[in-house]
Structure formats: structure tokens, C-alpha cells
């Protein structure tokens, strides 16, 4: 039995371990909320009172209700801890045990499944989508039959960010007491669309008005629609639903026994957290409604726990082997970790994973997913033997924030190193000028840049962040400490018509002094 599921087995012990730098190691029983479980390695820089007075800290700012981390190295757990609470209402303390949703970390699952069916000659990766899903088409059809499975792993379809997602869970999903807000062209698309099986998301891809990005493989743009779409070619290449697939060959084989995409599976789990989000006021909010969109369950719809996520992430670090068994191919492994398309400095998309290379002499490896009340971050670093897993129940949580803040410290570098360093480098008026605007995308996102006085500011829902230009093209919107990265695309006349908001295209629009963003 591996070091993975021997931690996990043994947690309800509520072991606990207390050491300053690691140099030294002693269990002991404790009561400490989620309880702590570590073998006898020892990562050598890792200090456990650093990590954890960071992440009370990121909690406090954030108000975040329950956070759970845990951490893998060289096959063991080495780290697994509870912070807070599943549920705050009744004071249920967070485990290792706890289930929560983990949105887009789901991508990798849908991507490992279709590696596997690859190497069993099921599909080819470079083929046409049309090949499996002979309903698929977009507005440009000399790209119809050209759009490949690649394509869609690696967010370089063209497609840009699109509302389907949106009506599809609104479609679907329980509302909450309280009002929901509402979605721009929703009644009107329901009464076209409908999201309950796939065939519906294909009818709106194509017919839906919206141009492509450009051409093939010129753009990355970040797609939950193409990978709605892969969980239907995993189904029809497999003669399996995309639960039944990954439950036999993936889930199962790691003995990932608390993961799911079915709510009513969720009843049978002791420990699952409720739904925290923030309101437009900045209340937290919470509920037992699981956002559901059946067309899109293979883009972020698994729900699991750290202890479950371990022995996957350990899967690549072992190159695709799990126990004594060859889950995928060391090769299939290698695919998904390639850095095919760069979205921000530094950092490049796979196969469901963003690629950091030399990050300090080593690779991150990671992906991050949000939804109502969601926000994970798992990855590893494969030169190191070290993997992370962090799951939270609060929209908007920094989760990869605190993923990082465990990798660094197992480095031996600060616990708040950036993944990427900003150097702010001062532009003249002229410069500052060319990111004003208003930018919207399909997905519902707006950010308004304008000028204060000799500065940049963006307004995000309702609230204005400052703006600070890296380059003549570049900048970085801080929101509550995170930086996150934008670039202008500019057309060959150097007119702006979009704007890189971290891994996805938000076009340019008109202002509209009657609507705010």
C-alpha cells in the first residue's frame, strides 16, 4: 500500500505533528481542528509555524470560512491540515476527509481520460473534433473541419469567452433564497438553448453570434466550452458516461473513494462543505446549492477532498503510476505538462495544466478552478517529488496563493515569492492613454480602465483597483494583493481591440456611460 492511502486511512487518528523546521520529527494525538497527519520524512526547508501563521493570515484578509492544505513528497504525505470550518453555522471543522467542489481542476481529469483513450487508439489528439462530435461547427466554417482535440486541450480554438456556461448553470441549478443576479440575454438564449445534454451546447456554438479570435492556434483563450466538449468525445469514444469513465479508470485505480460529478452521491459522503460566497456588499453569504450544468460537468464539476487528490497528484509525479499499476503513459504524462502556448510571463498552458518552467531551477505544474462557493489549486513540481493540494469553500479565495506559499517554503525561498516578479516600470501619457477603455467579454466579465489624475485604475464590479504599467503594453490590476497580469492586442494599425486578462481574450467595447462595470 502506498504512503498516500496509508496517510489517508489513518487520519481519523487525529495524529498531529509539531516541529519547527522539519529537522526533527515526533507524533503526537491532538485535538487541533482537521488534525494534522505527517510521515517521518522531512522536507528540508518546509516550516510548518510560517505556513500556518500565512495562511490564518490569507484567511483573515479574505474572511474565507474553511481552507484544508495538503502536501505529498517523494510518495508520502508529509502535511495535511484543516483550517477553519465546512460549516460555519454549526462550527464543523475542515479535514482532510472533507469534500469539497474543485471547478476547473477538473480539466485535468478530462484531459488525463483523453490521453488514455489515445494511447488505446480510441481518438488521435491531432484529429478534427468533427470527427467525434459531426455537430460541431463555429461561424467561420473554414475552420469547422480544422479545429482539432489539441485545440480544445489547449484553449487555442479561437473561440472567445462565451455566456453558455453561465445559462447553462442558471438553467440547471437550484437558486438560492436569496435574488440571484441576473445574466444579460438570458431569457431570450433559454427560449432558443437548452444546456441539459450536449447537443444543445453544440446548436450554440454554432450558431450563436460571436467571430472567432483568429486563426487556428494563433490565440490562447481560455474555453470551458471546449472542455464541456471533450467530455462528450471521452463518452462517445469510451461507450461510458464521463462519471462511469473516470470512476473505472482513473478514480477508481487511486482509490479516490469521496469523488464525484453526482450530487446525489454527495449524500453518502460524512463530510462535505456548504457553499460560501460574497455578495455585492462584501456579506458572506452561504448555501447548499451546488452549481450543476450537465453540458459542461467535464470542465469543473468534480467534487473531492485533499486526501483524495494526493494520490493523484502523486500519479505524476510517478510519470503515470499508481501502486503497481500504469495508470497513463509516462509519455501521455510528459504531453500534458508540455508548455504549448504562453498566456502570461512566465507561464504557458498544457493539458488542463498551466507550466511555470524555471521557476528557481524548477517546473510548477498546477491548475486552479473557481465556482460558487469553490476555490482549489492543486499541482506539483516534478523535479522535487512535491506536490500540494488546496481546497477552500469561498468564491474568490486565493487558493493558488496559498499553494504557492507551500511550494516556496518546501524550496527554501519566502513564503510570499511571486510566481512571477512585476518590475513597474513608469510610461508616458500617451501609453496610459492606449489602455483606456472598457472591455467585456461573453462570459459576463467587464473592466473598465481610466485614468485618476496621471494614474491607471480598473473598476471590476463595481470596485476600482489600481492599475500598474509593467511596459508599453503590459500592467498589472492588484486586487487584494493579487497581481494579476494584462497585455493589449492591437490589430496592424495599432488600434486595441482586446485585452489579456490572464489566461483569457476580453474584447474591446463601447463605452456606454449608462452601464458600469
Sequence with gaps: MSGVVQARDLVRQDFAFHCDNMLEARFEVSNRNGGILLSERIIGHFNQGAFESFVDEMMHIHKVPGVCVGIVYKG?????????????????????????GIASVTKSFTALAVNQLSEKGLLSIEEPVRKYLPGFSVP???????????????????????????????ESTQPDEAEEPEIAGYDQCHRRFSFKDVDGLLEFIATYEYELLGALGEFLSYSNDCFGLL????????????????QEHILGPLDMEHTTTRLDKLKEFDEVTR??????????????NWQV???????GFLKSSVFDLLPYVNLYINRGRANSSQIVSPTSVGRMITPYYPYNPDQWYGYGFTVRPDYYGVTLVQHSGSLKGVASNIGYVPEKDLGVVVLSNMTGFPASKVWLGAVNLCLGLDVGTPITEKT???QPEARLLKFVGTYRSGEGACIRIHMVGDELKATIDSKTYPV?????????????????????????????????????????????????C
Excluded: M, Q
Design 275 to 288: 457553499l460560501y460566497y460574497k455578495d455585492s456588499d462584501n456579506n458572506l453569504c452561504v448555501s447548499d
Design 76 to 100: 508520502d504525505v508529509v502535511y495535511v491540515k484543516g483550517f477553519g470550518y465546512r460549516d460555519l453555522e454549526n462550527n464543523l471543522p475542515v479535514s482532510g476527509n472533507t469534500v469539497f
Design 468 to 516: 500598474e504599467p509593467t511596459g508599453p503594453d503590459t500592467a498589472v490590476i492588484v486586487i487584494e494583493g493579487v497581481d494579476n497580469f494584462i497585455k493589449l492586442l492591437t490589430d496592424c494599425e495599432g488600434t486595441v481591440w482586446a485585452l489579456r486578462y490572464g489566461s483569457r481574450i476580453i474584447l474591446k467595447a463601447e463605452d456606454d456611460p449608462y452601464v458600469s
Design 140 to 170: 467561420d466554417p473554414h475552420f469547422c473541419g480544422e479545429i482539432s482535440i489539441h485545440n480544445f486541450l489547449t484553449h487555442t480554438s479561437g473561440i472567445p469567452p462565451l455566456p453558455s456556461l453561465n445559462y447553462a448553470i442558471l
Design 424 to 426: 513597474v516600470v513608469s
Design 293 to 299: 450544468a450537465p453540458a459542461f460537468t467535464a470542465c
Design 231 to 246: 467530455g462528450s468525445i471521452i463518452e462517445k469514444t469510451s461507450g461510458e458516461t464521463y462519471e462511469d469513465y473516470l
